[in-house]
């Protein structure tokens, strides 16, 4: 609105507002008085104070519509803006209402003491008293023409016509005129001598009045006369018109009086109206003075206001976030004290605010580093809140347990075994464990994966907040699996190597010692003892050699590794190892490899030597037409390459019972064999640097899964 | 609009102000021109006009109270003219007034033009003389150039404002102070 960005200052503004308000309101009253010159401009007056008080009605009503419509729209500073206005209009109506009652009360017992009762009847009167001296000396005069008529009678025209002057100075009349039977003018006197004519007219009716015609007029609408018309009563029927002058002091007193009359009876007439007209005046002086007062108190307050709106507008900003923002400052008083506060406020909030996220970038890269570093831990952790649900785990957990835990993220060790059953024993063994320690504890767990049988040794700790609450446990869980696997092999490399020496050597004086037999008492035994002495000399070097044999196997088996590693296409290996078997069975043999596989560094020999042992024991498991198929695949697994070979056979497969200890050395379902074959295949694939293990997920027959380390 | 339905209230609230209850009469009071003709006498033309003043009760109380009643009567002379409006030749008014001499208690007549001064003894008669017009010299003839296409405009028109001052403001709004005719207009020339 244009009324906000007046360029006067709003103090002058409202003091010419006032004096015009005041100038034209005491143009009006002053014209109230009938006798000022302004009273001729009384209604022009009264249309411009009721234009003007139209155009500040209108000028109001429009700031109340637009302060109503910012207080619709919740605009900052209207609620404040409508409270002072609402205040100041009430302030200011209570004392000009109460004035203006009491004015008016005043006004009109004023106005009502004007009209007495004995005034009213003491002005009756004294007209009354006038009317009653004028009639008076209307009849004296009358009685005056009628004795002058009866005078008359007996005289002839032409004698009236010239005594007329004389008889009028005799009676002492202004005026005689002698009227014919119809009216006319026959002969006239006057007192002044210029005149001519009679200075009444004469009404015919007035002729025709028995006694003679009476009455009081004025000529020249200041001279009182009494008119008398008499007839005079001879033969020619002439009439006379007599006009005797009111002596002046008479007609000053009867003019006063008449006066004073008629200004009572016209006031006592306009009573209601002086009211009317006072009130009017009086009503539009109220409205005139509140309306510009709440015109510019409207202007004052807006101006009051925009600092806090702008204040306000400043705190909806920063609500949003915006630290920047800062407000002008408008004036030096309180207000902009307020401001200015406000400003450093907000610088502060901002400085504060940069600190806080510089910390918590801080806390954030620490957070990251962390993490990863969790991530990168071979060692899976698990945290636990104080419910003992499931917090966090690291990616080593995920691994060494084969599943996702962070699926079960907010859901105890129970929802986890109930999911994966296989987990059920691992549960069982920390849960106890997890609840109620108080402190570090340690404990082995077995269970068995998809990969088989798994050796996990886990460390628990409770955490505790700085007041010593309980608020979580940390489980460290390590896969001691391989490194329980390769303290048995050690184990059971070193037993071997041990047995196979301390058997060995006593295997050679038995052998010969037999020999000897069979040659020194050969010769010397009959044909039935010598047959029994070379069946049971050549029973005992049998076993002996078989006895060697498995000794020498053991010793292979308890041999450390002696490797020369080569880079080898492993698909042509597995090739050549099968064409030796190709032409000798009918079992079928499918081999399925990549275009493209990767070489791997193995001992081409050891290498060999697995490929056989596996080929052998599938030849074995399988009828004689059965089928058996080596994959090769290129297998990609946390950043490592490795080169995979899976050897299945449809055969009976491998019974449940055996499926753990299948690589452990003397296990074996044949009748034949020294059980070795399998330990010494994974034996040389560990220490190519590969992996070897059951193929669970095959559902005809055995499978072995070999993985290597690609090139 | 709060402000254009505070414009509309203004009228009620001024006659409010007023406090006066705006009686409708029935229309039994106006000022009718009963006739009016122009002569040509004596190189002049003259009025005659019969005007019938029917007063309300209000005025007539109000002339009993001493207060005067003026009238002006108002003739207009126009040319007609085809492209535009029609052009004024003449303005002429006469004012009569009216008023009670308590004293004398007569009614007296007053030309305030002329001077000239009537009493009667009753309202009735000098109304009726009143509105008896003969006789007033309006305009000389050569100053009418154009007679044939020339109109006269004859108003009697109460004087609101020769009114006593608190009486004004309600005059211009109470029904019974319309004592005012209509216009009537006749040819000059028949």
């Known amino acids: 609105m244009a009324l906000t960005k007046i360029k006067l200052p709003i103090s002058v503004l409202a003091l010419i507002l006032f004096s015009l308000i005041l100038l034209s309101l005491q143009l009006m009253s002053s014209a109230t008085q009938e006798s000022s010159r302004l009273s001729q401009m009384y209604s022009w007056l009264l249309l411009v104070n009721g234009v003007g008080f139209v155009a500040l009605l209108i000028l109001v009503g429009i700031n109340i519509y637009s302060l109503t419509r910012q207080l619709k729209k919740r605009e900052a500073g209207s609620r404040l803006t409508t409270r002072m206005v609402s205040l100041f209009v009430l302030l200011s109506l209570a004392p000009a209402t109460i004035v203006f009652y009491f004015s008016m009360q005043f006004l009109h017992k004023s106005i009502d003491s004007w009209f007495n009762v004995e005034i009213d009847r003491a002005m009756e009167d004294a007209l009354e008293l006038s009317q009653t001296s004028l009639d008076e000396r209307k009849r004296w005069q009358l009685r005056k023409s009628q004795q002058m008529a009866e005078k008359l009678r007996d005289k002839s025209e032409i004698s009236i016509i010239l005594d007329l002057e004389h008889y009028r100075s005799e009676l002492g009349a202004s005026e005689m005129t002698l009227l014919s039977r119809r009216g006319r003018v026959k002969a006239f006197g006057s007192i002044n001598p210029s005149e001519i004519l009679p200075s009444l007219p004469i009404e015919p009716i007035r002729l025709k009045m028995r006694e003679g015609y009476v009455g009081i007029d004025s000529i020249r609408d200041d001279e009182l006369v009494i008119q008398t018309v008499v007839a005079i009563k001879s033969e020619q029927k002439q009439y006379l018109q007599i006009l005797y002058p009111v002596p002046v002091r008479i007609a000053d007193l009867a003019d006063s009086v008449e006066f004073a009359f008629v200004r009572f009876q016209e006031t006592t007439f306009l009573r209601d109206s002086l009211k009317i007209t006072f009130s009017l005046v009086l009503s539009l002086v109220l409205l005139l003075s509140l309306l510009a007062a709440i015109w510019v108190a409207f202007l004052i307050i807006r101006n009051i206001v925009a600092p806090i709106k702008e204040l306000v507008k400043g705190t909806q900003i920063v609500a949003e976030g915006n630290y920047e923002h800062q407000l002008p400052v408008m004036s030096q008083d309180d207000l902009g004290f307020l401001v200015k506060s406000f400003n450093e406020m907000m610088t502060r909030i901002a400085g504060s605010r940069d600190e806080a996220r510089f910390a918590s970038l801080e806390v954030e890269n620490q957070r990251t580093y962390l993490e990863t570093l969790l991530s ?12 003992f649900k499931i917090r966090t785990a690291n990616q080593a957990a995920n691994v060494i347990l084969h599943t996702r835990l962070h699926r079960f993220y907010g859901k105890t060790l129970l929802d986890l075994a109930q999911q994966h059953s296989d987990l059920s024993g691992f549960v069982d063994a920390i849960k106890a464990l997890l609840e109620q320690s108080e402190d570090v504890w340690q404990q082995s767990v077995a ?73 020194k008492l050969a010769d010397h035994l009959d044909e039935k003892n010598a047959a029994i002495l070379e069946r049971s000399t050549r029973t005992i070097v049998n076993q002996v050699d078989a006895m060697k044999k498995m000794v020498s196997e053991f010793s292979e088996y308890a041999k450390p590794a002696q490797n020369q590693g080569e880079n080898i ?55 004689a037409n059965g089928e058996i198929t080596i994959k090769l695949v290129t297998i990609n697994e946390r950043n490592t390459k490795f080169v995979q070979l899976t050897i299945h056979d449809n055969g009976p497969g491998i019974a449940a019972e055996y499926i753990e200890k299948v690589f452990d050395p003397y296990v074996t379902t044949k009748t034949k064999g020294t059980g070795l074959g399998l330990a010494i295949v994974k034996k040389i694939v560990e220490e190519q640097g590969g992996a070897i293990w059951v193929d669970r997920k095959t559902t005809l027959g055995a499978g072995f899964i070999v993985r290597l380390p690609a090139l | 609009m709060n402000g254009y339905k505070k414009l509309n209230l203004i009228p009620a609230v001024i006659s409010l102000f007023l406090l006066l209850p705006t009686q409708v009469y029935a229309g039994k009071f106006d000022t009718r021109i009963k006739n009016a003709v122009l002569i040509q006498e004596n190189d002049w033309y003259k009025l005659n006009a019969d005007i019938d003043f029917n007063l309300s009760p209000l005025a007539v109380d109000a002339l009993q109270h001493s207060i005067s009643l003026v009238w002006n009567i108002r003739l207009k002379l126009y040319q007609q003219r085809a492209y535009f409006w029609d052009k004024k030749v003449l303005d002429f008014s006469l004012t009569y007034r009216i008023r009670y001499h308590a004293l004398l208690k007569m009614y007296q007549v007053k030309n305030v033009t002329s001077g000239e001064v009537r ?17 007033v010299m309006v305009v000389q003839q050569d100053k009418i150039l154009n007679p044939e296409n020339s109109y006269a405009a004859l108003k009697i028109q109460f004087d609101r404002e020769a009114l006593p001052l608190p009486l004004r403001p309600v005059s211009y709004f109470d029904s019974q102070w319309q004592l005012s005719s209509d216009w009537l207009q006749w040819p000059l020339q028949k």
């Open chain 1, 447 to 519: 269970f068995s994966g998809p990969s088989g049988r798994q050796e996990l040794l886990c460390r628990g700790t409770v955490l505790y907040s700085p007041e010593g609450k309980r608020i979580g446990g940390v489980v460290v869980i390590d896969d001691m699996t391989d490194l329980i696997q390769a303290q048995k092999n050690a184990a059971w490399g070193e037993v071997a190597r041990r047995l196979a020496h301390e058997i060995k050597n006593p295997l050679t004086p038995i052998q010969l010692s037999a020999e000897r037999l069979q040659l």
């Open chain 2, 119 to 135: 009493r009667f003894f009753s309202q009735a008669s000098a109304l009726k003389a009143m509105g008896e017009i003969r006789n």
């Open chain 1, 569 to 623: 296409d492993l698909a042509k290996l597995v090739k050549e190892v099968l064409a030796l078997y190709t032409l000798q069975s009918t079992v079928k043999f499918k081999v399925i490899h990549e275009e493209s596989l990767p070489l791997v560094r193995v001992d081409p020999v050891n290498m060999r030597q697995v490929l056989h042992n596996l080929v052998k024991n599938a030849l074995e498991a399988v009828a």
């Open chain 1, 376 to 387: 990168s831990l071979t060692s899976g952790v698990i945290s636990f809140d104080a419910d």
